[in-house]
């Protein structure tokens, strides 16, 4: 569907005095990304800027004036997915881990992928579960199967050991680490001469040290040459190889510890979904809960050199506080999406609207969730909730899935999987129709009432894919009334899906699993009688298979087709009803000398038409940019480029 389409937009070209900044002059035709910078994971920091890990990319945020700038697949990163950031000093650059254990060294003017750890070895578990920087020439990462030593400067890994069990974090101390594992916190030299890749040099901390018998260590820090660690609810100063309880919570989980700045700082968790706390521990061992009003949910936080704590939240947003005014916040969120929840996009003028996920791929079955609707209105991202938007109150968990603009309007509609359609008028301003206030009804679920499709004809009627509906085909007329009185020639709880007009004014739907339903009202909408209908399937065309995953109208009034094996292109006209003269076509190209049927190996999940009235092809691979008839290949674009 064209809601699906591929926005092509403006690349960011990123540079600045700061480690990257940003710029935004670029040339038309290249891309720029909208990704969420919400909730944050990972947080590091250079001399002038705090650098934190979306899941997607990396937000990077000047200390002193706090400007906002992003680090994305466009400007430094290899891949998405991120999860770990560290910067390195001595390289200006930052370490970057995915989340399938490949990491980046971004530089000024390069970034090299390394994959060794994802690939080398034999190991069962790969996963990267913190990166340090424990010397100035040295990254460490801690792994579920041991530790991984690198050095940024050459590009080179030095020692790898295999413990066999997860290593959650390390710290080092006048020559000396010290690893939290799930044996317990293991300590060796930092020798030349010693083997640091062979297990038996390293030592476990035990009973004879005041250790439990059995203890599990996830959090370990060097604060003012003293090693701190923390077991569940208690945090423990580390000297002369005995151990002292500094901090101890019950009904807490410790979540991190971190000393880049005057003071330790502790993130607590709360076993029993309350609030969680932020501790604070000076050089002379005052400890204290800090700035309780910032941090909800805390997941990492460190201090920069300025007295500035800036922590992440899963409560979204990234806070600042200070060490001076601990009842000072300040809550940072990009000017991005709130979160990847998205299925489809409508553009209207400026605007860029985006539905949140409202139906699984695979099941099509409703995924509620209360997100609503995000969208780009005047350069700025907002959302709209039941919580926060008139015309939308108790109507929480709405599954919004389909969204059509109607250029003459100026109305969105958009499709839910669980209640109906929702209006948003070119106000802004919200309503939508249900069982009850509309034709629309009740489906195979008896409480819900599905909108699986929405088109809008010439005429400004608005049509309906009330899907699995007794009369599953509801049309909007201009003037506000709704009617599902249509042909019985319809079959009575049809599972249809996507529509659409085309230059006939026939209706074409999708149905799950049982090909195409094409519907003619013979521009009489309160005469029943004479309308036509046909369901188009393998067996009377040339579809390759009856599950349609999407339909599309190009400028030349064509019917582009979508499914699991490929494409298949009606060009019917007024003869859509007339089987022996519309069995659609499968269009045959030429790839490296080959001819084939277009796309018959791709699954494909949206079709859009350009100006051009070129096609793009939104597939499980990659996207496919073809010639206006569909027989040139003119640009492929997956995740390599």
């Given at each position: 569907?064209?809601?699906?389409?591929?926005?092509?937009?403006?690349?960011?070209?990123?540079?600045?005095?700061?480690?990257?900044?940003?710029?935004?002059?670029?040339?038309?035709?290249?891309?720029?990304?909208?990704?969420?910078?919400?909730?944050?994971?990972?947080?590091?920091?250079?001399?002038?800027?705090?650098?934190?890990?979306?899941?997607?990319?990396?937000?990077?945020?000047?200390?002193?004036?706090?400007?906002?700038?992003?680090?994305?697949?466009?400007?430094?990163?290899?891949?998405?997915?991120?999860?770990?950031?560290?910067?390195?000093?001595?390289?200006?650059?930052?370490?970057?881990?995915?989340?399938?254990?490949?990491?980046?060294?971004?530089?000024?003017?390069?970034?090299?992928?390394?994959?060794?750890?994802?690939?080398?070895?034999?190991?069962?578990?790969?996963?990267?579960?913190?990166?340090?920087?424990?010397?100035?020439?040295?990254?460490?990462?801690?792994?579920?199967?041991?530790?991984?030593?690198?050095?940024?400067?050459?590009?080179?890994?030095?020692?790898?050991?295999?413990?066999?069990?997860?290593?959650?974090?390390?710290?080092?101390?006048?020559?000396?680490?010290?690893?939290?594992?799930?044996?317990?916190?293991?300590?060796?030299?930092?020798?030349?001469?010693?083997?640091?890749?062979?297990?038996?040099?390293?030592?476990?901390?035990?009973?004879?040290?005041?250790?439990?018998?059995?203890?599990?260590?996830?959090?370990?820090?060097?604060?003012?040459?003293?090693?701190?660690?923390?077991?569940?609810?208690?945090?423990?100063?580390?000297?002369?190889?005995?151990?002292?309880?500094?901090?101890?919570?019950?009904?807490?989980?410790?979540?991190?510890?971190?000393?880049?700045?005057?003071?330790?700082?502790?993130?607590?968790?709360?076993?029993?979904?309350?609030?969680?706390?932020?501790?604070?521990?000076?050089?002379?061992?005052?400890?204290?809960?800090?700035?309780?009003?910032?941090?909800?949910?805390?997941?990492?936080?460190?201090?920069?050199?300025?007295?500035?704590?800036?922590?992440?939240?899963?409560?979204?947003?990234?806070?600042?506080?200070?060490?001076?005014?601990?009842?000072?916040?300040?809550?940072?969120?990009?000017?991005?999406?709130?979160?990847?929840?998205?299925?489809?996009?409508?553009?209207?003028?400026?605007?860029?609207?985006?539905?949140?996920?409202?139906?699984?791929?695979?099941?099509?079955?409703?995924?509620?969730?209360?997100?609503?609707?995000?969208?780009?209105?005047?350069?700025?991202?907002?959302?709209?909730?039941?919580?926060?938007?008139?015309?939308?109150?108790?109507?929480?968990?709405?599954?919004?899935?389909?969204?059509?603009?109607?250029?003459?309007?100026?109305?969105?509609?958009?499709?839910?999987?669980?209640?109906?359609?929702?209006?948003?008028?070119?106000?802004?301003?919200?309503?939508?129709?249900?069982?009850?206030?509309?034709?629309?009804?009740?489906?195979?679920?008896?409480?819900?009432?599905?909108?699986?499709?929405?088109?809008?004809?010439?005429?400004?009627?608005?049509?309906?894919?009330?899907?699995?509906?007794?009369?599953?085909?509801?049309?909007?007329?201009?003037?506000?009334?709704?009617?599902?009185?249509?042909?019985?020639?319809?079959?009575?709880?049809?599972?249809?899906?996507?529509?659409?007009?085309?230059?006939?004014?026939?209706?074409?739907?999708?149905?799950?699993?049982?090909?195409?339903?094409?519907?003619?009202?013979?521009?009489?909408?309160?005469?029943?009688?004479?309308?036509?209908?046909?369901?188009?399937?393998?067996?009377?065309?040339?579809?390759?298979?009856?599950?349609?995953?999407?339909?599309?109208?190009?400028?030349?009034?064509?019917?582009?087709?979508?499914?699991?094996?490929?494409?298949?292109?009606?060009?019917?006209?007024?003869?859509?009803?007339?089987?022996?003269?519309?069995?659609?076509?499968?269009?045959?190209?030429?790839?490296?000398?080959?001819?084939?049927?277009?796309?018959?190996?791709?699954?494909?999940?949206?079709?859009?038409?350009?100006?051009?009235n070129r096609k793009w092809f939104g597939t499980t691979n990659g996207v496919f940019l073809m010639s206006p008839d569909g027989k040139e290949q003119l640009a492929f674009f997956n995740s390599d480029n």
């Amino acid at each position: 569907m064209k809601q699906q389409a591929l926005i092509l937009t403006l690349l960011t070209f990123l540079s600045g005095s700061t480690l990257w900044g940003q710029g935004d002059e670029v040339p038309i035709g290249s891309w720029k990304n909208y990704l969420p910078f919400s909730v944050f994971n990972s947080l590091t920091q250079s001399e002038d800027q705090i650098f934190a890990t979306s899941d997607l990319a990396v937000l990077a945020v000047d200390k002193t004036d706090f400007s906002k700038t992003f680090i994305t697949k466009l400007n430094g990163l290899s891949s998405t997915g991120t999860r770990l950031v560290e910067y390195v000093p001595s390289v200006d650059g930052l370490i970057v881990v995915y989340q399938d254990s490949e990491f980046d060294l971004v530089l000024q003017n390069r970034t090299i992928n390394f994959e060794n750890i994802k690939v080398d070895g034999s190991f069962f578990n790969r996963e990267v579960l913190d990166v340090s920087l424990l010397k100035e020439d040295a990254v460490y990462f801690c792994t579920a199967f041991g530790i991984v030593e690198f050095f940024p400067a050459l590009e080179e890994f030095g020692f790898t050991l295999d413990l066999g069990v997860p290593v959650y974090e390390m710290a080092y101390k006048e020559g000396v680490f010290y690893a939290a594992t799930e044996w317990g916190i293991i300590y060796a030299e930092d020798d030349p001469e010693i083997n640091l890749k062979d297990v038996t040099n390293w030592t476990a901390f035990n009973q004879g040290n005041g250790f439990p018998l059995s203890y599990l260590p996830t959090h370990i820090v060097n604060y003012q040459e003293k090693i701190y660690f923390a077991l569940d609810s208690v945090v423990y100063e580390l000297q002369d190889n005995t151990i002292d309880t500094v901090l101890y919570e019950p009904g807490f989980n410790v979540v991190y510890l971190t000393a880049e700045g005057a003071n330790l700082l502790v993130g607590l968790w709360c076993k029993d979904n309350c609030d969680g706390k932020m501790m604070i521990l000076d050089g002379d061992r005052n400890m204290e809960e800090y700035s309780p009003s910032c941090v909800d949910r805390p997941r990492y936080a460190l201090e920069d050199q300025y007295g500035q704590i800036w922590a992440t939240d899963s409560w979204m947003y990234l806070r600042r506080s200070s060490v001076d005014d601990p009842g000072f916040c300040d809550k940072y969120i990009a000017n991005q999406p709130f979160l990847t929840n998205s299925v489809e996009i409508a553009l209207r003028d400026d605007e860029i609207w985006l539905t949140t996920n409202g139906i699984s791929s695979t099941t099509y079955n409703p995924q509620f969730n209360e997100l609503g609707l995000f969208a780009r209105i005047d350069g700025t991202w907002r959302i709209f909730q039941a919580k926060n938007t008139p015309g939308l109150e108790g109507q929480d968990g709405l599954a919004y899935h389909r969204i059509t603009y109607d250029p003459v309007s100026g109305n969105l509609y958009v499709g839910t999987n669980s209640d109906g359609m929702v209006i948003v008028s070119p106000e802004n301003e919200f309503s939508y129709l249900s069982n009850g206030t509309s034709a629309l009804d009740f489906g195979a679920d008896p409480t819900r009432v599905r909108v699986a499709g929405i088109a809008v004809d010439e005429q400004g009627n608005v049509w309906m894919a009330n899907n699995t509906a007794t009369k599953p085909i509801v049309v909007l007329t201009p003037e506000g009334n709704t009617s599902n009185d249509f042909s019985n020639k319809v079959p009575i709880g049809s599972a249809i899906r996507d529509v659409v007009v085309d230059f006939s004014g026939f209706k074409w739907f999708t149905v799950d699993k049982n090909g195409l339903l094409v519907y003619d009202d013979n521009g009489t909408l309160n005469t029943p009688n004479d309308d036509d209908v046909r369901l188009i399937k393998t067996t009377n065309s040339q579809l390759p298979e009856n599950r349609v995953r999407c339909i599309e109208v190009d400028l030349d009034g064509e019917v582009w087709v979508g499914t699991e094996l490929g494409v298949v292109s009606f060009n019917c006209g007024t003869s859509a009803f007339e089987p022996q003269l519309c069995q659609g076509f499968k269009q045959i190209v030429e790839v490296d000398g080959f001819r084939a049927n277009l796309l018959e190996t791709e699954d494909v999940r949206a079709i859009a038409v350009d100006g051009a009235n070129r096609k793009w092809f939104g597939t499980t691979n990659g996207v496919f940019l073809m010639s206006p008839d569909g027989k040139e290949q003119l640009a492929f674009f997956n995740s390599d480029n």
